[in-house]
């Protein structure tokens, strides 16, 4: 007798609506309203990678990484989700990593590419599907959430995620400032905020070095260190504990 899996890294849409006793029209809603990420999967395909960031307005924007090839899943964005689900078919010149980097694909002299995606290669990956169950599950029944006077908040979309935890990253800069005073380059406080996600995130999830050197140089001009100028940020114990000699007067003739 066959052994049955019942995990598997992803699955086809018609696996999806099977297991939720949903229609292709709901799938496609829950893509639209941000509730439900589709993806699909390459075999290795050449893009450009940029760290999605946000400005202090919450505005994102685009860091570039460099080039790489990917092998795996890729994640739609819900308007191109949307888009080859309606039609069946549509051309996709940018997705999103599962770990939220933005992925533009790229043709043979590196120019942007589009990749024409079908409706039926679309899967969900094992981790969004039990998000997903797991976020219904708490829902109440349907009939309350019609009868109830007001509506709930719309969902953000999974379009911009926060991927780097870089509040606590600044965190640690503090720390170092106060242990240890001022690197003395910028490159040094950049290893030190490397560092500081390889050991809390692992090595595969620290940002790249376009990202960190964007936050680091937001702040490095304001306490770098700077000959001649006295450092608020230096420890009292480095300063004098007792009062310099007083000048000896010289006696009189």
């Not at 589709?38 to 924007?61: C, K, Q, T």
């Not at 819900?78 to 549509?90: D, S, T, Y």
Request: glycine letters at 6%; hydrophobic letters at 40%.
């Amino acid at each position: 007798m066959a052994r049955m899996f019942s995990r598997k890294p992803y699955y086809m849409l018609a696996e999806v609506c099977d297991r939720w006793s949903l229609s292709m029209a709901d799938i496609t809603a829950y893509a639209l309203e941000g509730e439900l990420v589709v993806s699909i999967a390459v075999g290795g395909l050449p893009f450009a990678v940029s760290d999605i960031d946000h400005e202090d307005n919450g505005r994102p924007f685009h860091v570039p990484c460099g080039k790489r090839w990917h092998v795996g899943t890729i994640d739609l964005h819900r308007i191109e989700a949307f888009a080859v689900l309606e039609g069946r078919e549509a051309a996709v010149g940018r997705f999103l990593s599962p770990t939220g980097e933005l992925l533009e694909p790229l043709g043979e002299k590196d120019e942007h590419a589009h990749i024409l995606v079908k409706q039926d290669i679309l899967v969900v990956r094992h981790a969004e599907l039990e998000r997903f169950e797991a976020a219904h599950a708490k829902l109440p029944p349907l009939e309350h959430a019609v009868r109830s006077p007001t509506a709930p908040e719309r969902r953000r979309g999974r379009g911009a995620p926060v991927k780097y935890d870089w509040e606590g990253a600044l965190s640690e800069v503090i720390v170092i400032v106060n242990d240890e005073g001022v690197p003395p380059t910028q490159e040094e406080m950049m290893d030190k905020v490397r560092d500081w996600f390889a050991r809390t995130v692992g090595q595969d999830n620290v940002p790249c070095d376009t990202s960190i050197r964007n936050r680091v140089s937001r702040f490095w001009n304001r306490i770098k260190p700077d000959v001649g100028r006295p450092s608020a940020l230096r420890s009292i114990h480095d300063l004098p504990t007792a009062r310099p000699p007083e000048k000896k007067r010289r006696a009189g003739p």
